[in-house]
């Protein structure tokens, strides 16, 4: 197979996979007491980080997963860490973004994260990044949207980053 290729599989591989991966524990977050209660204190507080400190948390979070498959090969190493990397970066970015611009969310129907904090879903719309492993798992659950005349309407770039 041509080493471009293989870079590819597994860079777009590591993307879906980390979107999974942040999708379950969200969910996670939500029925285990212990493993929830920093994610309660994002809910009661409904702001996020900043960008440069959500992506810490999901670096640090996933090292070892973006390391085993250096053990296969450098390529698939090199492929999977830059996959998990880019979803890390767009995923803390739209965590943000959902709640500070949600309405700049273009790439989902409706921004699922801010409809999850919104509206309490306890049970729905577990999404950061991506709304797909919510369709799969049949907790989307859509709403009006836009909802509210008052959201801001910032430059897409207009997010707290630290």
Known sequence: MPQPLVFVISFVAAFVFASFVEYWLHRLMHSSPQIGQRHRDHHRRNEGQGVVWEFRDYVVGSAIAMAIPFIFSLLVGLGWASGALVYAAFSAYAHQLQHENPRKCFWMK?????????????????????????????????????????????????????
């Open 110 to 162: 409706m921004p699922v994260h801010y409809i999850h904090h919104k509206y309490g879903m306890w049970n729905h719309n577990f999404g950061l990044g991506v709304d797909w492993w919510d369709h799969i798992f049949g907790t989307y659950k859509p709403v009006e949207w836009p909802t509210e005349d008052d959201l801001p309407e910032l430059p897409m770039l207009a997010v707290r980053w630290w």
